[in-house]
């Protein structure tokens, strides 16, 4: 029994989501605290190399956190026969070519999602990783979240009954960048540079459906560019190309009807910033982000409608709240401990590239519907 290093490649730390939950909140802490440990006993250690297109940055960062490796040069490093891992966070158009690339060089490969511009793309990456042979992953991390843990609790204690219908909220004020600086990159309001909350969005409401309740079977959405006008890093005006708010139906394997609000165009008059209310035969709940209420139907209020009374309900007050029970880590992390145990001890992961491919599938259908204003299904995906 021995510990095993691992090098890791991480491309996008440069960015706030690659910096901080991927290498400050995940990579170095489990480094910090010793690796990740296997079966066996033994410990899976991240070690990182940086890479990125800003040497001033990268040499910031890595003398910020003691990091030994960096470079601008990705061909070096996936040459590197002691880098077995490619992590790739950057913008959507330039992740393709560096994935294909990684999987080329034999490496095994984690990305944030979207995986591809295209479904086709996206396909043609799992594809590749499968007939290399190399072990694959795409960021699912919301499934991870303090609060959807406890909603997958629940639906697998069986607490909802039939499960009826979801209802999610998401979504805050993103400044428009003239007063106020933006708090998400300017290109997330560029279509012509992979922006948009469709593509963003679309493909973590896959994978919880997916995963919590059931896959999805068909998509009718409706998509706005509430703003069209906005302004870049540089102080400078542009034309917002890409959806902003998206609403849409998802018709669930089974039955149930999802129906999710996208928008970073609406203020904020909810707990958290997306919650999930999830209605049964025999319960009901509200996820957020950390936290989860319920309600039995042996405790649900009976309303009745009387516009020309005060309604004495308090509704809110009768939700009882869902105990933590537990210690919840970081949800990037935890993502990524699990992906280290399938490399080196063949543990289960189901986050592949063939459902990143399936979440690309679902906002590409979602685009669809709006453009169409129709309902699109959704065929099966599966590799050849």
Same mark, same amino acid.
């Given at each position: 029994?021995?510990?095993?290093?691992?090098?890791?490649?991480?491309?996008?730390?440069?960015?706030?989501?690659?910096?901080?939950?991927?290498?400050?909140?995940?990579?170095?802490?489990?480094?910090?605290?010793?690796?990740?440990?296997?079966?066996?006993?033994?410990?899976?250690?991240?070690?990182?190399?940086?890479?990125?297109?800003?040497?001033?940055?990268?040499?910031?960062? $890595?003398?910020?956190?003691?990091?030994?490796?960096?470079?601008?040069? #990705?061909?070096?490093?996936?040459?590197?026969?002691?880098?077995?891992?490619?992590?790739?966070?950057?913008?959507?158009?330039?992740?393709?070519?560096?994935?294909?690339?990684?999987?080329?060089?034999?490496?095994?490969?984690?990305?944030?999602?979207?995986?591809?511009?295209?479904?086709?793309?996206?396909?043609?990456?799992?594809?590749?990783?499968?007939?290399?042979?190399?072990?694959?992953?795409?960021?699912?991390?919301?499934?991870? #979240?303090?609060?959807?843990?406890?909603?997958?609790?629940?639906?697998?204690?069986?607490?909802?009954?039939?499960?009826?219908?979801?209802?999610?909220?998401?979504?805050?004020?993103?400044?428009?960048?003239?007063?106020?600086?933006?708090?998400?990159?300017?290109?997330?309001?560029?279509?012509?540079?992979?922006?948009?909350?469709?593509?963003?969005?679309?493909?973590?409401?896959?994978?919880?459906?997916?995963?919590?309740?059931?896959?999805?079977?068909?998509?009718?959405?409706?998509?706005?560019?509430?703003?069209?006008?906005?302004?870049?890093?540089?102080?400078?005006?542009?034309?917002?190309?890409?959806?902003?708010?998206?609403? $849409?139906?998802?018709?669930?394997?089974?039955?149930?009807?999802?129906?999710?609000?996208?928008?970073?165009?609406?203020?904020?008059?909810?707990?958290?910033?997306?919650?999930?209310?999830?209605?049964?035969?025999?319960?009901?709940?509200?996820?957020?982000?950390?936290?989860?209420?319920?309600?039995?139907?042996?405790?649900?209020?009976?309303?009745?409608?009387?516009?020309?009374?005060?309604?004495?309900?308090?509704?809110?007050?009768?939700?009882?709240?869902?105990?933590?029970?537990?210690?919840?880590?970081?949800?990037?992390?935890?993502?990524?401990?699990?992906?280290?145990?399938?490399?080196?001890?063949?543990?289960?992961?189901?986050?592949?590239?063939?459902?990143?491919?399936?979440?690309?599938?679902? $906002?590409? $259908?979602?685009?669809?519907?709006?453009?169409?204003?129709?309902?699109?299904?959704?065929?099966?995906?599966?590799?050849?």
């Amino acid at each position: 029994m021995g510990d095993h290093v691992l090098g890791v490649a991480m491309n996008g730390v440069t960015g706030r989501m690659g910096y901080r939950q991927h290498l400050t909140r995940s990579i170095l802490a489990i480094r910090q605290d010793g690796g990740v440990e296997l079966p066996d006993g033994s410990r899976v250690i991240p070690e990182p190399v940086l890479v990125g297109r800003s040497a001033e940055k990268l040499r910031a960062i $890595a003398e910020r956190h003691g990091i030994e490796r960096w470079s601008t040069d #990705l061909d070096a490093v996936l040459s590197d026969d002691s880098v077995e891992v490619y992590f790739d966070a950057q913008i959507t158009h330039a992740r393709e070519a560096a994935v294909r690339a990684a999987i080329a060089a034999g490496k095994h490969v984690y990305v944030e999602k979207p995986t591809a511009d295209s479904l086709s793309a996206a396909l043609e990456l799992a594809k590749l990783a499968r007939d290399a042979g190399i072990r694959n992953g795409v960021v699912q991390d919301k499934l991870f #979240l303090p609060g959807l843990l406890k909603l997958r609790r629940l639906v697998d204690s069986g607490f909802f009954g039939r499960i009826l219908s979801i209802r999610g909220e998401f979504g805050y004020w993103v400044f428009e960048g003239d007063w106020q600086p933006a708090q998400r990159p300017s290109w997330n309001y560029r279509a012509e540079d992979g922006g948009g909350i469709v593509l963003d969005m679309f493909p973590h409401w896959h994978y919880i459906l997916e995963q919590l309740f059931a896959p999805v079977r068909a998509v009718t959405a409706r998509v706005a560019t509430h703003i069209p006008e906005r302004w870049d890093e540089g102080g400078r005006r542009y034309t917002a190309t890409a959806d902003d708010a998206a609403y $849409a139906v998802f018709e669930l394997e089974g039955g149930t009807v999802a129906q999710i609000n996208s928008s970073w165009s609406v203020r904020v008059d909810r707990d958290e910033l997306v919650e999930f209310q999830v209605d049964g035969t025999h319960g009901s709940a509200v996820a957020g982000l950390r936290s989860c209420r319920v309600q039995h139907r042996s405790v649900t209020p009976k309303a009745v409608w009387d516009p020309d009374a005060v309604d004495p309900g308090r509704y809110r007050e009768q939700w009882d709240t869902v105990p933590d029970n537990t210690e919840f880590p970081n949800g990037f992390r935890a993502q990524w401990e699990l992906f280290f145990k399938h490399l080196r001890a063949d543990a289960p992961f189901p986050h592949d590239l063939l459902s990143g491919a399936r979440g690309l599938q679902l $906002a590409e $259908a979602g685009l669809r519907s709006a453009q169409s204003g129709r309902t699109v299904e959704l065929e099966e995906v599966a590799l050849p």
